[in-house]
């Protein structure tokens, strides 16, 4: 089955410096990967997805990347702000062509924006 | 609020206890998910469902673990001679096939401990 690892573990940045979190995916076969952001004690929230048929997404400070050969996406978030502090998970599933979407998360990544 | 919902949020149990957890997906959604999580890691994929039929479930999932979707909408998890190991928070998910078909909205989640 899909294999998704996470690094880093924890990230300390200083507010207005960018953060980049990056995760490698095992299954060829994967074509969605989506980003939860997590503050504590709460639900998981989708802050940005790609699709494997494009390389680039961007939403005001967030993009992600992929790279389908090397088999690994990456979250940037510029401008970093003390809001931003959160741990984030990348997700890689086979979206509706099969799997039914359901979603192997990476370990999590525990972004801290220090003032 | 017509996010996903869960209840109860907490639940204490003795161990060798059964336990069912309910959740109300998003009331146009029709396919409904199930994910694990422990402190410390991303949620693991447990079970989910289209419409009332469940298409797919984890190897996670002992033969103490049972998911319902009797009529398409609500979904209940119960867990039969809990386990100390069974800790963790339950998160349900919903999404929808059509339009975008991709994103799963997650609710709050159960958090379960075992004594």
């Known amino acids: 089955g899909e294999n998704v690892e996470q690094h880093p573990s924890t990230l300390s940045v200083q507010e207005g410096d960018s953060a980049v979190i990056k995760c490698t995916y095992s299954?060829?076969?994967?074509?969605?990967f989506p980003w939860y952001k997590q503050e504590l004690g709460k639900r998981p929230q989708l802050i940005i997805d790609?699709?494997?048929?494009?390389g680039e997404k961007k939403d005001q400070r967030i993009a992600v990347t992929l790279n389908k050969t090397a088999k690994h996406f990456s979250l940037h978030i510029t401008e970093t702000q003390p809001e931003d502090s959160a741990v984030y998970f990348c997700?890689?599933?086979?979206?509706?062509?099969?799997?039914?979407?359901?979603?192997?998360f990476g370990t999590g990544t525990q972004l801290k924006v220090e003032l | 609020d017509t996010g996903v919902s869960q209840d109860p949020r907490h639940k204490i149990t003795k161990r060798g206890q059964n336990v069912t957890f309910r959740c109300d997906p998003i009331?146009?959604?029709?396919?409904l998910y199930w994910y694990r999580q422990t402190l410390g890691q991303g949620p693991e994929f447990l079970t989910y469902?289209?419409?009332?039929?469940?298409?797919?479930k984890s190897r996670l999932l002992s033969d103490r673990f049972s998911a319902e979707r009797p009529k398409g909408s609500f979904s209940t998890l119960e867990i039969q001679r809990t386990e100390q190991g069974d800790s963790a928070m339950y998160l349900c998910?919903?999404?929808?096939?059509?339009?975008?078909?991709?994103?799963?909205?997650f609710g709050p989640g159960t958090r379960l401990t075992v004594l």
């Open positions: 998910a919903s999404s929808s096939t059509s339009g975008r078909g991709y994103e799963q909205f």
């Open positions: 299954d060829s076969a994967s074509n969605y």
């Open positions: 790609i699709r494997s048929n494009v």
């Open positions: 997700a890689a599933s086979k979206g509706l062509t099969g799997g039914g979407n359901k979603l192997t």
């Open positions: 009331s146009e959604h029709n396919r």
């Open positions: 469902f289209q419409n009332e039929a469940q298409l797919e």
